[in-house]
């Protein structure tokens, strides 16, 4: 068994961890706790049930994106910089995929995750604003690739990133 003390923040890295390798499944005490070599009543001294670490988890990522859109927001860079880096930043997170997943079965989740999707469609609708692009299909069109593409199939990291570089620069051609 473990030796080390556990905290909240260890049980939910380790959740974030479950959930990219094996799915919103794993977002239990048992499998959680064998990944610590550690016992369930560890999981329920920190969490009074599943329910409310599955929240806690969701809370902590959330809390991280909106972070991160705000200093996005926030960056005092040309438009089109911004507009690269945040999409960047949404492509390499590798926590994105794994939320998008969970959504697919879990309705707070998605609910969540599309009030941060809107929020994100505003902070790209308007730096494309800035750039001379006003319809709000090209942002849409932008976010959607950056979603799908680490779904596609065969495709590695560098390649999906020259990919949205690349929608990125035909986008911004016709400015």
């Known amino acids: 068994m473990s030796t080390h003390r556990l905290t909240p923040d260890i049980w939910l890295a380790v959740g974030l961890q479950a959930l990219q390798e094996q799915g919103p499944r794993a977002l239990a005490a048992e499998p959680l706790a064998r990944r610590l070599n550690t016992t369930k009543g560890s999981f329920y001294w920190h969490f009074p049930d599943v329910p409310a670490f599955q ?11 909106e972070a991160a859109l705000l200093t996005a927001r926030q960056k005092a ?22 939320m998008r997943l969970w959504a697919g079965s879990d309705a707070g989740v998605a609910t969540r995750l599309r009030a941060l999707d809107a929020e994100r469609l505003e902070h790209v609708t308007e730096l494309l604003r800035e750039l001379g692009l006003g319809n709000r299909g090209f942002a849409l069109a932008l976010l959607g690739t950056i979603v799908g593409l680490p779904l596609t199939q065969g495709t590695d990291p560098a390649q999906r990133l020259h990919a ?8 911004l051609a016709l400015t």
Do not use: G, H
């Open 164 to 171: 949205v570089e690349t929608m990125i620069d035909t986008v």
């Open 77 to 98: 860079a040309p438009a089109d910089r911004k507009l690269r880096d945040f999409c960047d930043s949404l492509l390499s997170d590798p926590n994105e995929q794994s």
């Open 55 to 65: 929240a806690a988890l969701l809370d902590m990522w959330c809390r991280e994106a």
